[in-house]
Every structure is written in structure tokens, then in C-alpha cells.
């Protein structure tokens, strides 16, 4: 049995898709992590110390805080290589980052608007179904997203399938690859760790 590791400190905004493809990383890396739920216009002090800009998600450890979302996922992934989560192949790892940007930049702003609306939108709601069924057979070559090991890839779609899911974004039948590929990664305790209690809190 795996020793947790100690001594991590989330700071991240609520709803927060990098705070939570964070959290998943931590879980899969067997990090244990106090998350704080920090309000911009208001700091706690210690965040403030490491981080007078007040960059979100930041990770505070023994060592080193850490902020940019992708500056933490790759620490995390080369001080605690096992499991590994990017390829160490140089080829397939600039892949992998490439796909990451793209999820972050096109995806994740699809979400974003639609997170505390009062009212559907349905044409935000049109582009996210287009989106999923235009990528759909990537999700049913291999058990993960391009893979057959779970990776940052992962660790990053899921917070937006999760927004998708909770939202109650109507998808076709045509997207039914990508519920399977949710259905998969939620059998993974790092997942469902993560998102255990996160509706309660919305």
C-alpha cells in the first residue's frame, strides 16, 4: 500500500476547471491537499506572500509555490514521476501538450460562459455538442484519451465532461463515445475523488 504525501496547499477559485485538473493530478500522484476557496477581491495572507499577483490555481508545498496551471501539472508529473502522466517520448509529448492547449484554450471557455447562468444558451450549448461529436471517435480508439494510461489529457478533460454532465448540455447520439470515455475515467478513484461532494458545493 502507497504512502499518501503530505504538505500541499491548493489555493484555486470556486468552479474552477484548472483548480480541479489540479486536484485530479494530486489524487492520481497519491498527494494529500488541503484546497483553499479563495475570493480574488479578498486573499488570504499567505497566498498573498508567495503570489502578490494572485495568480489562480497556486500550489504552496514544502518546497517551492507554484502557479500556471501548466507550470504545476508538469512539476507534479516530473517530482513525482510514478505514475506518469505525459509520454517520455519528446514526439508524443509535444503532442500531448499541443492537445492540452487546445482543450484549455477552445474547450474550456465553452464552459466558462455557461457556469452560474440563470438562463440556457443554446448556441454555447450547440458548439459543445458539435465540438464533443466532432472528436467523438477519438474517445473510442483507446481506453483513455489517446491512450491506453490515463495522462494530463485526462486529468484535463474531465473537469469539462463533469461541466457538460452537471449542466445538463443535451448531446446526440453521435457523442456517445465521449459519455462512455466519462463513464471509464469515473471508475477511477482519483476521479471520483476529486468530484466527490463538488455539486453539494455549487
Same mark, same amino acid.
Given at each position: @500500500? ?37 475570493? &480574488? ?38 517530482? =513525482? ?63 483513455? =484519451? ?23 448540455? &443535451? ?21 471520483? @475523488? ?9
Amino acid at each position: @500500500m502507497s504512502t499518501r504525501r503530505t504538505g500541499f496547499t491548493l489555493f484555486t477559485e470556486k468552479n474552477s476547471l484548472d483548480g480541479d485538473r489540479v486536484k485530479v493530478t494530486l489524487l492520481e500522484k497519491n498527494i494529500t491537499c488541503e484546497t483553499v476557496i479563495v475570493d &480574488p477581491n479578498n486573499p488570504p495572507g499567505d497566498l498573498l506572500e508567495v503570489n502578490p499577483q494572485i495568480i489562480l490555481p497556486t500550489l504552496i508545498t514544502r518546497e517551492i509555490a507554484i502557479y500556471h496551471t501548466d507550470t504545476i501539472l508538469e512539476f507534479l508529473d516530473e517530482r =513525482f514521476p510514478h505514475p506518469p502522466l505525459l509520454p517520455n517520448d519528446p514526439i508524443l509529448r509535444a503532442k500531448f501538450r499541443l492537445t492540452l492547449k487546445t482543450i484549455v484554450n477552445d474547450w474550456y471557455p465553452l464552459v466558462e460562459k455557461l457556469i452560474g447562468r440563470k438562463t440556457a444558451d443554446n448556441k454555447t450549448n450547440k458548439a459543445i455538442a458539435d465540438l464533443l461529436v466532432a472528436y467523438s471517435p477519438l474517445f473510442s480508439q483507446t481506453n483513455y =484519451f489517446q491512450s491506453d494510461d490515463f495522462s494530463l489529457i485526462d486529468a484535463t478533460i474531465v473537469p469539462f465532461l463533469w461541466w457538460v454532465k452537471f449542466l445538463e448540455i &443535451p448531446l446526440p447520439k453521435k457523442a456517445q463515445p465521449v459519455l462512455d470515455y466519462y463513464d471509464r475515467l469515473f471508475e477511477k478513484e482519483s476521479v471520483k @475523488m476529486a468530484f466527490d461532494k463538488k455539486e453539494k458545493t455549487i
